[in-house]
């Protein structure tokens, strides 16, 4: 089964996180994703960023997984909140 | 025709065309589901549906079509504007109201 830490080190794996949250189900994913990488992109940009990090098993594995994508200074704006 | 092809015909043939699983009627997963909501909430009333459960060809080719792994998508104008999660947020800050009150009129 695919499980939340998974996810996370895959994503990881792939793109340098200044912060990442990943909860889920197995089935559901929602992840909160804060990185340099995301300035100036769009948010399709990021999303596609996140979904290169995570290569094939996107495709494969994870069915659903939602996520808010935040530059480091976008997520101090919002007050470095938890999901 | 190949599938890329097609769906660029769909895409430019069509104002909006949402890719999603099922109808907006009868949606076959969560995510198409709160797409339709938030269309529908965004004031649009006429938006085209490609269910992609009834083609496996397009199921997968739109996948490529938009370099984007999953579906729902939404199309405004031929250009991919996201999933659920990024309609979901451009609906919250005025953003997709404003794309969709620019999309195409076809004539009457």
């Known amino acids: 089964m695919v499980t939340p830490e998974s996810v996370q080190k895959g994503i990881e794996a792939g793109l340098d996180c200044a912060h990442i949250e990943v909860i889920g189900d197995g089935q559901h994913f929602q992840a909160l994703i804060v990185a340099e990488a995301f300035s100036g992109k769009s948010r399709v940009q990021r999303h596609q960023l996140v979904y290169a990090a995570l290569g094939e098993r996107m495709r494969e594995e994870i069915h659903a997984l939602s996520m808010r994508t935040l530059t480091p200074e976008e997520w101090s704006q919002a007050g470095g909140a938890a999901q | ?108």
């Open chain 2, 1 to 108: 025709m190949d599938t890329q092809e097609i769906i660029r015909q769909q895409v430019n043939t069509h104002p909006i065309v949402l890719y999603m699983k099922g109808t907006p009627q009868f949606p076959m997963c969560g995510f198409s589901a709160t797409v339709v909501q938030v269309l529908r909430a965004a004031g649009v009333e006429q938006f085209h549906t490609v269910n992609v459960l009834e083609d496996a060809a397009i199921r997968e080719g739109i996948k490529q079509f938009a370099n984007w792994p999953t579906i729902p998508q939404l199309y405004v104008n031929g250009e991919f504007i996201g999933g659920c999660d990024i309609l979901r947020e451009m609906f919250q800050t005025g953003e997709l109201q404003q794309v969709l009150g620019g999309a195409r009129k076809l004539p009457a």
